[in-house]
């Protein structure tokens, strides 16, 4: 520690073919900047350049020389020059810098955000040393980000989901990430070898700061945007704080569902952590210690100059030279009651500052748009059925809105999240009533979303229906066309981009692992896998050929071999043994996409002597 030693800063330059240099006596304002909210650490300094005096050491430094700042043999900064001025101004940053400087594209999906972040580096070229454990989920596209935006914006998403801070640091190791500490070190400074070492927060320079609302906010919403619609998932507000300072909103945006649980954490954690009048001050000079670094926390003492408490640091410069070792402080406090709390001593009035509003309505599985159908969004679902009945179970004879319930009509309950008047279609449940559209016109007070599952309620025709379907897992399509149909041309397209496509094993292959069943034939799963990519209204629970045909017979929509020419989308059945999907017709001929077929993925010409028959999903 900087107790037991006296300071004796050394520049040290390194040239490729050449012995390190100690050029400390030649350079003079040296400084080093370290920010919180930037990856790479600054260092300035000037060198004396005189052209016409032989007796001037001629260092010649350029951009791309490698220099180290080191303090009683110990690496305090090591960079690389970027910047030499024709008057000897030097400027040189650590390997941060490099995150900064190039533009890459990234795209991830449900991927834990510690392997995003290697991602990131790895396209950069920079080395990862420690990165702790941040499983939160992330999925997102950056287009031209640089490595340290895409840092940033994963981290601030790991705040969110955790209430905690992190820090991110380029060295000698590479990159390393860790949580912001919250307990505060002792700094001391050795000014000479007879002298005793001191804690610095003993002794300030000028100290200037501010108390704003300008970064506070008392209200959270959390939503998504998926297919041009917007959900909210969870909201959260203090009603104190908005009587106190005015309605204040943040409105954050994920590009995942979390779940529910999550969900409800990451929205308290947002308004406690926004919910607080910003307490911000700079020193403008304290005697310098190396281990002071920007997120460490100090404890200070000074009530009189408006500094008590802990405090993190988010911006230090490091003076060497002149008067010692020096730095400039800016702080930020650590120990904050929340906003409407500020002034308060009656605990009553603590209490009720922090009592917050929180509501969660979860949100849809936010897949992108290869989870839509027809303008609509695919959810996991949990259906029940119900009849109109003058029970708690069922809830009267009256909707939420007031009409009376008419079982002739296809309605449903739906969570709160889900405006009245949207359609629902029914998928994956098995049975007769997939591809079935319903419209929400009612609510339930255990109609929710649990887990990222919707539930919902489906309104039967008669009570011994509802008794006999009973409660159903499967999907629903929310929102679009109805009819549970994405177009023939969407279907066939997702079909063709799986071409090539080969199993890494006999019978292992992604589309069984999709369904729970890998390791059988796996043509039906593939048909089913390309409806559910789609939203082609086929059933997509099925693993059997025949169970496939039986559903389209049983709805008229099965046409024999001979007797029909097949449609682009149709699905193209061999007996009970194997299926595909068409893709053109002709006189004599058809050509299909097929799923485990020699093994792999492939199209194929099909002459209709060798077809059963057509599964006509289209009409």
Known sequence: MAAGYVDEHKLVLYRDGAQ?????????????????????????????ISPWDKYTPKLAL????????????????????????LDGGVTAYDRGWYLNKSEIVLQVNNLAADQV??????????????????????????????????????????????????????DDSGLQVEALPTAPIKAYHKPAKNIAAFDITWALGQVSGEDSTQDTYNAVVIAAEDDGKAYIGAQASNAASVKRYGFMQHIE?????????????????????????????????????DEVTSGVVLRFNSPAFGIKGNFRITRVEHHYGGAGHTMALEITALEQVRAAAEGKTDAAAIKAASTDKVQVFGLPDLSGGSDSSAGGTIVKALFTAYYPAANAMEGGYLDAQGNRLDPSKKTCA?????????????????????????????????????NGVYHFDLLMSSNAECNRWGRKNGSAIIGGSGGGSGSAVSFINTALGEVGYKESGKDINKYGQWAGHN?????????????????????????????MSSYFKSRGKYKSAGSYKPK????????DRHIGIVISAGASSCETVEGNCSNSVKRVTRSYAEISGFCTPWG
Not at 32 to 43: F, H, K, R, S, V
Not at 519 to 524: F, I, L, M, Q
Not at 526 to 536: N, Q
Not at 537 to 543: D, Q
Request: charged share 15%; proline share 5%; glycine share 10%.
């Open 20 to 48: 390190p240099r100690d050029i400390t006596a030649f350079a003079s304002d040296m400084t080093l900047t370290d920010d919180l909210d930037t990856l790479a650490a600054e260092l300035t300094f000037t060198t004396f």
């Open 62 to 85: 350029a951009p791309g020389d490698k220099v180290r700042v080191t303090n009683q043999g110990k690496t305090v900064f090591s960079g690389i020059i970027i910047t030499v001025t």
């Open 117 to 170: 972040i290697r991602k990131a580096c790895a396209k950069a070229g920079v080395t990862v040393g420690k990165v702790c454990s941040l499983p939160t989920k992330i999925t997102q596209l950056w287009t031209g980000s640089t490595p340290a935006d895409i840092i940033s914006d994963v981290l601030n998403t790991c705040t969110s989901a955790t209430g905690k801070q992190y820090r991110h640091r380029v």
């Open 253 to 289: 945006t994920v590009t995942e569902n979390p779940g529910t649980a999550v969900l409800g954490q990451m929205v308290k954690n947002l308004l406690k952590n926004a919910d607080k009048v910003g307490q911000t001050r700079s020193i403008s000079e304290i005697w310098g210690c």
């Open 414 to 450: 739906a969570p709160p999240s889900v405006p009245f008047g949207t359609k629902i279609t029914v998928r994956d449940t098995g049975t007769s009533l997939d591809g079935t559209t319903y419209t929400v016109n009612d609510r339930g007070g255990a109609i929710q979303i649990k």
């Open 519 to 547: 390791g059988v034939a796996w043509c039906v799963y593939f048909v089913c896998w390309c409806a559910y990519k789609s939203g082609a209204p086929i059933p997509t629970s099925y693993g059997y050929v025949g169970d």
């Open 568 to 575: 682009a989308g149709d699905l193209m059945i061999q007996g």
